[in-house]
């Protein structure tokens, strides 16, 4: 699902759940922000939480003997997952993918 999550962002320049809430993503200079920027931006959201996902399969898979690692690695990920939603609240205006893409969240 991330990996359709970010080529949604690629072809509607920010993904569904902006645009149903009216936000419109865009660069510095206020035009739209490029496709690339719009999927970068999901892809940094969503890669650290697939990466850790992944090792904690990989884990689990290889050294099923371990698994208080395989545990400790898949709820790291839920910790990062909500870390990332919990810096959105705070920090609505822009948060650190924002920042990182280069993007700004405005009203459409």
Avoid at 21 to 39: E, S
Avoid at 53 to 68: C, G
Wanted: charged residues 15%; glycine residues 4%; aromatic residues 16%.
């Amino acid at each position: 699902c991330p990996a359709m999550w970010v080529i949604w962002a690629f072809l509607s320049r920010g993904g569904m759940t902006l645009a149903m809430m009216g936000i419109a993503l865009v660069r510095k200079d206020g035009r739209k922000a490029t496709r690339l920027q719009c999927a970068w931006r999901a892809l940094l959201v969503w890669a650290p939480v697939v990466a850790l996902l992944e090792w904690s399969f990989w884990i689990d898979l290889h050294y099923p003997e371990s698994i208080w690692w395989y545990w400790s690695i898949w709820w790291l990920a839920l910790v990062v997952l909500l870390s990332e939603a919990a810096l959105a609240l705070l920090f609505p205006s822009r948060s650190l993918h924002d920042r990182l893409a280069g993007t700004f969240l405005v009203p459409k």
